[in-house]
């Protein structure tokens, strides 16, 4: 162990480290479901340290995990045993160029500091998620999801290029043009074939207003059908959906009492203006059929785009997060299920539960797939639970996610997921073969954030049809 440190020491420029109090902060992510100790922790203080470390770790017969702030749900983020990179210390915004209307920084830079930067200049990148404390290495190795996605995207799709560490340690800058095999491969990749070391990502001009109308509905199939009509209409900016139950008594006609539960559905649809003036308020809610038209909001564009609060997380608790996203024309069938399913395993009073939509046509990642239809309603189920009731709940949550693979759904994987190699192949389908393909090619000694992934086994590898198992 000794040896490793001063090794490492000698080769790299940033800091190395065993000391009990910096693995024991980063054995956990925010999920707080899955440990995992790595026996050092490296800060790099630049690519050449990343691909020093990657040469000396193959030699050595040690992995390498990345990470960042650690906002992993399902472990993502963590090693044993090996090496965690500790990205962080990469934290610097290099270029900003918002008259060109894109950015170049570190991979540990937080979506806080290109706001805080972008925001005085009328510009910002198109798409934010819903919390900024999270850096552009950690969402781009995801996708990135936002109120605005389902008209730009993820944040993953404005990204324009990437310097890449591959698992061979060689550096490379790769765009969409150059080397974009595996530009399109480390998005949404989760550090499975490289590690980013730096980001050019888009920018947009905003408009200084934005005005918010919350809708409620107490009908699913006239919400979702509301929904894909702005979808394809382009007309608004922003989109959130949030499920609300209401407590509407007891039945005893079965054996058990059962509540009497009645969903809600709340819309929130924005618009970003010169003025809300400009706003013609008749023609767009007129064209909907909301059950009441509950609160209107005008905020300035830098007050609206804030995340909304911090998620607390107290001590002992989990959090089993879920998005499932589902094909538009399932997503009713499989979301009337989920809303009755949920009362019995977790307080359905006081978790998030809500939806947001993507247009499949502005999705370009192939390491985020996507169900066949071209809207896509995405379903968030946001549990926090004490962690004695881990067990019962996530199996609840792996037969969901089971169904939605039934209904052509996917799965998100930024959020907790438990997946087998049968799921993995249900994830990417005809791709999945590609996928393992990928891994071997851009790293080769599997040494990249084992644990998560879980691929076919080597003589496996070139199956032509997938063998896709019965649920
Ligand atoms: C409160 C909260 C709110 C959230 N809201 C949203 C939301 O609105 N939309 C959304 O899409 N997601 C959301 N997420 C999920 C979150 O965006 C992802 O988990 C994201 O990956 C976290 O980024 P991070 O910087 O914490 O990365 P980490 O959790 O540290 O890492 C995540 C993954 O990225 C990899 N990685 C990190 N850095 C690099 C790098 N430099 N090179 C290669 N791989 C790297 C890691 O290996 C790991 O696989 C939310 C999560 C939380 C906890």
């Known amino acids: 162990m000794n040896s490793i440190i001063s090794d490492l020491k000698q080769i790299i420029a940033g800091e ?36 020093q470390v990657i040469k000396y770790a193959a030699k050595q017969g040690l992995t390498v995990s990345s990470r960042a702030a650690g906002h992993s749900l399902g472990g993502q983020s963590l090693n044993q045993d090996g090496i965690l990179l500790d990205m962080r210390n990469l934290n610097e915004i290099h270029e900003f160029r918002p008259d060109e209307l894109w950015f170049k920084a570190d991979p540990g830079v937080t979506w806080n500091q290109v706001v805080d930067t972008s925001i005085p200049h009328g510009v910002i990148p198109p798409v934010l998620t819903n919390n900024f404390e999270v850096t552009l290495g ?32 060689d550096i490379v800058w790769c765009t969409p043009e150059a080397n974009s095999e595996l530009f399109y491969h480390v998005l949404c990749g989760y550090g499975q074939f490289g590690i980013i070391t730096k980001v050019q990502n888009r920018l947009r001009k905003y408009r200084p207003y934005t005005r918010s109308y919350f809708l409620c509905y107490d009908d699913l199939d006239t919400l979702l059908n509301d929904e894909r009509r702005l979808v394809s209409e382009g007309c608004i900016d922003g989109l959130v959906s949030l499920f609300s139950p209401c407590l509407l008594g007891m039945s ?134 004490p962690k004695s009731q881990l067990k019962p709940v996530l199996e609840q949550l792996n037969l969901l996610t089971d169904l939605g693979f039934q209904m052509g759904g996917k799965r998100y994987m930024a959020t907790w997921a438990e997946f087998d190699l049968p799921r993995w192949r249900l994830q990417f389908g005809d791709y999945w073969p590609k996928v393992n393909e990928m891994k071997r090619k851009y790293d080769p000694n599997g040494i990249l954030n084992p644990g998560f992934f879980k691929y076919e086994p080597v003589e496996q590898a070139n199956l032509k049809s997938i063998y896709v198992p019965s649920h």
């Open 252 to 385: 005893r006609l079965e054996t058990k009492i059962k509540p009497l539960i009645q969903w809600f559905y709340r819309m929130q649809i924005t618009l970003e203006v010169d003025s809300v003036n400009d706003i013609n308020e008749e023609k767009l809610l007129s064209g909907l059929n909301f059950y009441r038209h509950i609160h209107t909001e005008d905020l300035t564009f830098d007050k609206f785009i804030q995340p909304i609060g911090q998620v607390s997380h107290p001590v002992g608790t989990a959090n089993t997060w879920i998005d499932i996203l589902l094909p538009g024309a399932k997503a009713k069938e499989f979301i009337d299920i989920a809303l009755q399913y949920i009362p019995s395993f977790i307080d359905f009073r006081t978790i998030p539960v809500g939806s947001f939509c993507l247009n499949s046509r502005n999705h370009q990642m192939p390491m985020f797939p996507l169900p066949e239809d071209e809207l896509i309603i995405g379903l968030g189920m946001y549990p926090t639970i």
């Open 138 to 169: 950690g969402t781009l190795s995801a996708a990135g999801l936002g109120l605005s996605s389902f008209r730009y995207g993820s944040q993953a799709d404005n990204c324009l290029g990437l310097e890449v560490v591959t698992g061979t340690g």
């Open 16 to 51: 190395v480290s065993n000391l009990e109090a910096e693995l024991a902060a980063v054995s956990q992510d925010f999920g707080g479901i899955i440990q995992k100790r790595p026996q050092i922790v490296v800060r790099p203080q630049n690519s050449t340290d990343v691909a």
